[in-house]
């Protein structure tokens, strides 16, 4: 069983378990999303990992074909495409997954709130490189098990993390890339300070991914002060796609 959820939380993970098996059969190599952003950081450039998502509950909404903005992310320099594939809350599509990963020669990352093996099969059969896995919505045993289930497909997983005590669990449980979320998944706020303090703590072995709530240039020279290697920018890419020019 997963951690005890309340509210959209609780809802979205019972939908979780509801996803149906997609029968595919993998088509595309595997890109490392790590080796991505340790080629981006040798070449003195920002690792971005730009995000396609169609709505949030935090009241984000953005309509753009995900084959065109993923073509421009890539072309643009972007290291990875995070696509949301949750589709109750984030208006999100396996097919959306599908497109970006056969249009594209860069790491896809799937972001949806995975608690199966089945997803993960869903995930590697639609293309993607790596997943997202949730610390905050998972046990430590259910966690240590997906990973190594993601690992038995060469998907390297994100692991997402909220506080200092996520992070111990990620680390016990052999997290080589993590991502501290600025964003509260119960409250949506954003703790930048929050995520400072977090970073600074992750082992200089482990890659670190500062996810949500960047907007500038400035906001990530300040982020690898504190030891961010790589950067999930979603909704301000979403809202202006050539802003990623700027950003590495």
Do not use: C
């Not at 995000?51 to 643009?76: H, N, Q, T, V, W």
């Not at 690992?151 to 449980?173: G, Q, T, W």
Request: aromatic residues 8%; charged residues 30%; glycine residues 4%.
């Amino acid at each position: 069983m997963v951690r005890f959820l309340t509210g959209w939380l609780k809802d979205v993970v019972n939908n979780a378990y509801n996803r149906p098996y997609v029968h595919k059969i993998r088509d595309k190599p595997i890109y490392s999303l790590i080796e991505a952003i340790r080629k981006a950081k040798e070449e003195n450039k920002n690792p971005i990992i730009a995000e396609y998502k169609r709505a949030s509950p935090s009241g984000f909404s953005a309509d753009r074909d995900p084959i065109e903005y993923a073509k421009e992310m890539e072309s643009s320099g972007a290291v990875g495409i995070s696509v949301l594939t949750e589709d109750k809350f984030f208006s999100g599509s396996y097919d959306y997954l599908f497109a970006i990963s056969h249009n594209v020669k860069i790491p896809v990352l799937m972001k949806d709130f995975i608690v199966s093996e089945r997803q993960i099969d869903n995930a590697y059969n639609l293309g993607a490189d790596s997943i997202l896995l949730i610390v905050r919505i998972l046990t430590e045993r259910e966690l240590e098990s997906l990973i190594l289930y993601a690992r038995s497909y060469r998907l390297e997983p994100l692991v997402e993390i909220f506080d200092e005590k996520e992070l111990e669990i990620a680390l016990n449980a052999g997290a080589k890339i993590i991502g501290v979320n600025s964003r509260d998944l119960l409250t949506f706020a954003i703790g930048q300070e929050r995520v400072k303090r977090v970073l600074q703590k992750i082992p200089s072995n482990i890659i670190r991914v500062a996810e949500s709530g960047i907007t500038s240039r400035e906001q990530i020279e300040e982020l690898k002060k504190y030891g961010a290697d790589a950067f999930l920018i979603g909704s301000s890419l979403m809202k202006e796609p050539s802003k990623i020019k700027e950003l590495i």
